[in-house]
């Protein structure tokens, strides 16, 4: 190879760093499209259930995993629940607990008007709403939307707060 036959790279660099700018636009955009259409569905949620001052979750690839691959996921079923007539000091309530609420046997029941509701039927009522909406998405999407390691909390006046969350 002499060198007049030398690989001009200059355009390929330009050509490699247009494709990469186009890909970087395009998961911005569906990011932001997707974080749309979330949050019009978590709308749906909050005007169902008006008592609803704000939900939240963790979403995390685990750092060990026994061996098997981590990857990474959304605890649907460990979802926080916050009314607007909460006590002071009451603890937000897990989705997970629902089962419990409803379990006559049961006898660590959340005390109703510590909530601001009147029944256990209405708590899992939110609990289900929520659910529901939330696994109409798949991890690919919440990963997209709001990134690995962390607490999303959604709030009935629309916002979205994004923290990181630590995990062992």
């Known amino acids: 190879m002499n060198t007049t036959d030398k690989i001009n790279l200059e355009n390929f660099i330009l050509m490699r760093d247009n494709v990469r700018k186009i890909r970087q636009n395009y998961e911005q ?83 109703l008007e510590s909530y601001g509701v009147s029944s256990y039927e209405e708590l899992q009522q939110i609990a289900k709403s929520i659910q529901e909406v939330m696994k109409i998405f798949d991890y690919d999407d919440y990963e997209m939307m709001f990134d690995d390691h962390k607490t999303v909390t959604v709030y009935s006046d629309g916002t979205v707060e994004v923290e990181e969350y630590e995990h062992e």
Request: some cysteine; glycine content about 4%.
């Open 29 to 111: 955009n569906v990011k932001e499209q997707g974080k749309e259409v979330f949050l019009e569905a978590a709308k749906q949620i909050f005007q169902t259930n008006p008592n609803l001052e704000y939900f939240s979750w963790n979403q995390y690839t685990p750092y060990f995993n026994d061996g098997d691959e981590c990857r990474f996921s959304v605890n649907y079923d460990w979802v926080s629940i916050k009314t607007t007539n909460m006590e002071d000091g009451a603890r937000d309530l897990r989705i997970c607990d629902q089962y419990a609420w409803l379990n006559p046997g049961y006898k660590m029941k959340p005390r």
